[in-house]
């Protein structure tokens, strides 16, 4: 995968950026702009001399590595690289930003440390220093997975503050009348189809389609959202609501590919089981994509309640799209909580996916 430098279109479009006010943290008020880039994009900071070194091109495979379940290959994030002594004005405004510090009078450790908005509204600051190279290899080989979680979360909530702000109306009260809880998903969704338990709504595209599923299930214990009950249940029921072009067609779980599974923690609930991987067409039809669902627990009503994002684009980028419904799986809540608040998604912990 190609590094791009920064193009002196984009130079242009950072200096046209208009300016928001914001509060600073002594409270008073500063000129801040609006973080920069396209989902995805990051900018990565360090000395020239590491550019195309062991440990610049170990960043660049973490950071790079394709995005998992997808049908096609598309990098997890897309890097800009500058030296530590460019990295100042329009070029501090990237909405992910790495900064790698090698100093081995400085440093006895690799450490790393992340904060938000230093520079802009709606970016994150990664800053991993170390006293070399090598020992940031090792460190990246060893929390790798840490560090793209970080990138990753906050690419969801800024997708997250999307979904708060514009959001199918239709959506969200169609999911409170049936289930009692809400959700915000991207205001295109509209068309709907109702079965027992079960919503299925669409922003009916032929190209470029992205669909939400709630549906529920009774819980007895742990075991009910597995990754192999949550598998089950989900052929189970889309086969049983959802047909294709062909008779006997549904959208089925691609069991030939990779499937992810982890433990999403937000706040004091009960973790949320969540699957990614292939959907696919039975009977024919040739149709298919990404899908990713969470399955929440409601110990009291005894209930998993499954609400899912899957997309079609063929011959597309789908990254965008699935990041986007991804996002929108976390604003779904109990309808006592009334506004969906992005921030939940900066707090979230994962167990280890697999």
């Given amino acids: 995968m190609k590094r791009w430098p920064l193009t002196l279109t984009l130079l242009l479009s950072l200096a046209l950026l208009p300016l928001t006010s914001c509060k600073s943290k002594s409270g008073g008020s500063v000129l801040q702009q609006n973080s920069t880039g396209k989902p995805g994009e990051l900018m990565l900071v360090m000395n020239k ?57 400085r440093y006895t450790q690799t450490a790393l440390k992340y904060s938000y908005d230093d520079w802009a509204k709606g970016q994150i600051v990664l800053r991993i220093t170390s006293p070399s190279p090598d020992s940031v290899i090792n460190y990246t080989k060893r929390d790798g997975e840490a560090i793209m979680n970080l990138f990753l979360r906050h690419e969801l909530f800024l997708f997250g503050e999307l979904l708060s702000k514009q959001y199918s109306q239709q ?107 292939l959907w696919k067409m039975t009977g024919g039809a040739m149709m298919g994509g990404p899908f990713v669902c969470q399955a929440v627990v409601d110990e009291q009503a005894g209930k998993v309640y499954v609400v899912e994002g899957f997309v079609y684009r063929p011959n597309e980028d789908k990254l965008h799209l699935i990041r986007m419904m991804e996002a929108a799986l976390y604003s779904f809540r109990p309808r006592s909580v009334k506004d969906f608040d992005p921030k939940s998604i900066l707090s979230a912990k994962f167990t280890k996916g697999f």
């Fill in 171 to 277: 959506a969200l009260e169609k999911t409170d009348s049936l289930f009692g809880y809400r959700v915000n998903v991207p205001e295109d969704i509209r068309s709907s189809k109702v079965g027992q338990d079960f919503l299925w709504m669409s922003n009916a595209s032929m190209r470029s389609r992205h669909d939400l599923l709630v549906y529920s299930y009774p819980y007895d214990s742990d075991k009910d959202i597995s990754l192999d009950a949550i598998v089950t249940k989900r052929d189970s029921v889309l086969r049983m609501n959802i047909s294709g072009e062909f008779e006997g067609s549904y959208p089925c779980t691609e069991q030939n590919y990779g499937l992810l599974y982890r433990r999403v923690q937000l706040g004091d609930s009960k973790a949320r089981a969540e699957v990614r991987g």
């Fill in 49 to 105: 001399e590491y550019f195309e070194s062991p440990m610049g091109l170990a960043l660049y495979d973490l950071l790079e590595d394709d995005a998992p379940s997808l049908p096609q290959s598309e990098p997890s994030l897309r890097i800009s690289r500058i030296p530590t002594q460019s990295f100042t004005g329009f070029m501090q405004l990237v909405r992910n930003v790495l900064i790698v510090d090698v100093d081995a009078e």
